[in-house]
């Protein structure tokens, strides 16, 4: 979707190294939301955001932080108590909260060693 | 909590007929459904949605059926095309939740 940008498209980093990954809007919307999505299954929720300066956690929380301080950002932190960080992460956004269709980044695929 | 799901992970389907992709749901709270297309190394792309309060709604070559009776949600693709191959997944939410819950998807392969 060209009106949300994620970078970068591949990431690598070494075990024990925080990371932040990028996601920025030119929709609009409200609501953002990152999940995380493994080979073979569907997307789990991480975080997401209703409003900015305003998240709440997700499904899969744990070992992930995001911030929002501004409409068009929402940047996601994979930390080093992330157990099983590589995945292929997916930021979207939806101009309400409910009942609203997402749209989708292209993703970026971290790959921790 | 409770789950969407695919009654088959895979599917195959020669060029011109019509697909058909199912899903089970399991939240009788679920008020809201929604299709999506995922090509590989790309996010989820929008397909259709529909709303509890119908059980069927057509798209463009889509219709996506629901039963709320049995839970259970089909995306149908009339004439598959080649640039239909994908990964489909199916999704729910509810007035009372927050966000969309995803089932695990079903690739479909349309063969020559």
């Known amino acids: 979707d060209g009106g949300i940008t994620q970078s970068p498209k591949y990431l690598f980093r070494k075990e024990g190294q925080n990371v932040t990954l990028s996601c920025e809007q030119n929709?609009?919307?409200?609501?953002m939301y990152w999940y995380r999505q493994d080979p073979g299954q569907g997307l789990r929720l991480i975080y997401y955001?209703?409003?900015?300066?305003?998240?709440q956690k997700g499904d899969i929380a744990e070992g992930y932080s995001v911030s929002r301080e501004k409409k068009e950002s929402f940047p996601l932190t994979v930390t080093s108590a992330q157990k099983n960080p590589t995945a292929f992460y997916l930021c979207?956004?939806?101009?309400?909260?409910?009942?609203?269709?997402?749209?989708f980044g292209n993703g970026t695929r971290l790959t921790v060693t | 909590g409770e789950s969407v799901g695919l009654h088959l992970p895979t599917l195959s389907v020669q060029e011109g007929d019509n697909s058909i992709i199912n899903c089970a749901y399991s939240?009788?709270?679920?008020?809201?459904f929604i299709w999506y297309k995922q090509e590989s190394g790309k996010g989820p792309q929008f397909i259709i949605d529909?709303?509890?309060?119908?059980d069927k709604r057509q798209g463009q070559r889509v219709t996506v059926l629901l039963n709320k009776t049995v839970k259970h949600l089909s995306l149908q693709i009339a004439a598959t095309q080649p640039g239909d191959s994908a990964v489909y997944f199916c999704?729910?939410?509810?007035?009372?939740?927050?966000?969309?819950?995803f089932g695990k998807g079903t690739s479909l392969l349309v063969t020559p």
């Open positions: 979207a956004t939806s101009p309400q909260f409910r009942n609203s269709p997402l749209h």
């Open positions: 929709l609009n919307h409200d609501a």
């Open positions: 955001s209703q409003i900015v300066n305003d998240f």
């Open positions: 939240n009788s709270a679920s008020d809201y």
């Open positions: 529909i709303r509890s309060n119908m």
């Open positions: 999704a729910d939410s509810e007035d009372s939740g927050y966000a969309l819950n």
